[in-house]
């Protein structure tokens, strides 16, 4: 994949592109220290994920947006320090696709960018913690769930979590979906897991706070 390194300080961006570069299927084709560094990137090169620090000196939450409707194939995984939860959620309304923070371990910020090509949404665990514990009822909340392992979130389990907050029952989603019973509710399991909540109303709760559906869509289906 072609990546583009987007970061003011030139530390950061050394070490990244130190570590992604030594990955054989990961090219790092530009590096942009502003906003407009990083436009003029995308428009002379073909770039699959920008790897970015909105939150730095040259750069703003506006870029993200702004990238989302310019450049719509180009996915956004954005990399900083510890961030408030609407702070997150603002990001994943712009248009991030993953996120993960500055202090993650090298491997899951190299399986950040992989699967950030691939269009899966990737969160590290504590940013999935950060965004729940502010925006999702105390007893929605499994505690027990959260670490700092990675999640991913891929692109058919995000098509159930929006059929489910759109109100589908189980045999519904599989029928849209051309899948069995048995299949769209083990992806209902996972899920649940993977977003560490207990029932329907959690999952719904994760649809509206990342952007995937319409807050009036606020279906809650009667089958958990």
Avoid: W
Wanted: aromatic share 6%; with cysteine; hydrophobic share 45%.
């Amino acid at each position: 994949m072609n990546l583009v390194l987007a970061d003011s300080n030139d530390l950061v961006r050394a070490g990244l592109r130190s570590i992604l570069s030594k990955q054989k299927d990961i090219f790092v084709v530009g590096e942009a220290r502003t906003s407009q560094d990083l436009l003029d990137l995308l428009k002379s090169f073909e770039v699959d994920v920008v790897m970015i620090d909105y939150t730095v000196d040259g750069f703003n939450i506006d870029v993200l947006a702004n990238m989302k409707s310019k450049h719509k194939s180009v996915y956004q995984l954005a990399i900083t320090p510890e961030q408030s939860a609407q702070v997150l959620v603002d990001a994943l309304k712009s248009g991030v696709t993953s996120y993960v923070k500055k202090n993650c371990s090298i491997p899951e910020i190299i399986d950040a960018v992989r699967e950030t090509s691939k269009g899966n949404a990737f969160f590290c665990g504590q940013i999935v913690k950060t965004i729940q514990e502010a925006n999702l009822n105390v007893d929605e909340l499994d505690y027990d769930a959260f670490s700092c392992d990675a999640v991913t979130i891929s692109k058919r389990e995000q098509e159930i979590i929006v059929l489910i907050a759109e109100g589908l029952t189980n045999a519904q989603i599989a029928e849209k979906l051309f899948l069995s019973n048995h299949t769209v509710n083990t992806h209902r399991k996972n899920i649940l897991g993977k977003l560490g909540v207990k029932n329907t109303a959690g999952i719904v709760m994760y649809a509206v706070k990342a952007n995937l559906i319409s807050p009036n869509k606020f279906l809650f289906s009667a089958s958990n």
